[in-house]
């Protein structure tokens, strides 16, 4: 199966500070989006993002499907962005399996 | 209602025991999805439907987890003579077939097997 890498493991940012955390997958996509898990267990849609590039306020990710990697940038961190942020993408024979990444853990300190 | 629902939210149950989790989609949404989560890891792909009839279920360990969704919305997760590594937390999530698959998660449900 697709094999998802997710890059750092982890981050520890102060207030302010921006990031750029990578994920790398090992076949073509059809599917892929970014979620934040926050404290509470909860996943929190980003981005939908098969390709392009999107922004939403303080967050952007762009996506390379022809070179197999996406981007998630997190400018001005906030104490509320910490948590982990998971990369799931699904392919063009099961578009609704999604795999996921092993996630990266931001800590952002005030 | 706005968001997945999923219930209960923690069940702790004994080695050997039947349980069964349920989730409430979006309304309107026809796939729904089931997935494990263990701790410090990625969410683990389980199941999903599409209306009333499974899609995939490539994900499933064991034929002792089986999961239902007989009228299309609600969808029940039934796990057989639990053992303590089915331990984990199991989530549920739904999309619009048109939207792309863009998944909306529930909070999950805790399962514990002492």
């Known amino acids: 199966g697709i094999q998802v890498e997710q890059s750092p493991p982890d981050l520890i940012l102060q207030e302010g500070a921006n990031s750029t955390l990578r994920c790398n997958f090992s076949?073509?996509?059809?599917?892929l989006q970014w979620f934040h898990q926050n404290p509470w267990g909860q996943l929190i849609n980003l981005f939908y993002?098969?390709?392009g590039t999107k922004q939403n306020g303080r967050l952007s990710a762009t996506t390379v499907a022809t070179e197999r990697y996406s981007l998630l940038y997190i400018s001005s961190s906030q104490t509320t962005d910490s948590g982990v942020y998971f990369c799931?993408?699904?392919?063009?024979?099961?578009?609704?399996?999604?795999?996921f990444g092993a996630g990266t853990q931001v800590v952002v300190t005030p | 209602g706005a968001g997945v629902s999923q219930t209960p939210s923690n069940k702790v149950t004994e080695k050997g025991k039947y349980v069964e989790l349920r989730c409430d989609p979006i309304?309107?949404?026809?796939?729904l999805y089931w997935y494990r989560q263990s701790l410090g890891q990625g969410p683990e792909f389980l199941i999903y439907?599409?209306?009333?009839?499974?899609?995939?279920d490539s994900g499933l360990p064991n034929d002792r987890f089986f999961a239902v969704r007989p009228e299309g919305s609600v969808s029940t997760l039934k796990i057989q003579r639990t053992e303590r590594g089915d331990s984990a937390v199991y989530l549920c999530?739904?999309?619009?077939?048109?939207?792309?698959?863009?998944?909306?998660f529930g909070p999950g449900t805790r399962l514990t097997v002492l």
């Open positions: 999530a739904s999309s619009l077939m048109t939207s792309g698959g863009v998944q909306f």
């Open positions: 076949d073509s996509v059809n599917n």
């Open positions: 993002i098969p390709s």
């Open positions: 799931a993408v699904g392919v063009t024979d099961s578009w609704g399996k999604f795999q």
């Open positions: 309304s309107g949404h026809t796939a």
């Open positions: 439907f599409q209306g009333t009839g499974a899609a995939d």
